[in-house]
């Protein structure tokens, strides 16, 4: 079953800047061979579902093992099984109705 994902990982470190496990984090899952779209507070991502979920499990366990102590994650997921649809669809879809409708 196919799957997007919105993820954002927060590792509480102390440190005002989080970038450097941020990135590793979004490494990972574009390691995990998932396609992945970074933006300013997360990463979405889509694959199957079970990759989805196990790259978030190696995100966990690499920061940790990598020494962050304590980490926070958000994920809001979506399945469908009446249509495959993938995350650019989704964003064109709404940017026709955008260029289509009066300003």
Known sequence: MRAIADICVIPLNGQI???EP???AH???REAG???ALHAYGTNVEGELREVLAAIATIHETLHAEGVARLS???KLGT???K????QDKVEVVKALLASSPS
Do not use: G, K
Request: glycine content about 0%.
């Open 80 to 82: 469908r099984t009446d």
């Open 17 to 19: 800047s989080v970038r």
């Open 34 to 36: 998932l396609e992945v």
């Open 27 to 29: 490494a990972l899952l």
């Open 22 to 24: 941020v990135a590793r």
């Open 73 to 75: 994650t958000t994920i």
């Open 84 to 87: 495959s649809q993938r995350m």
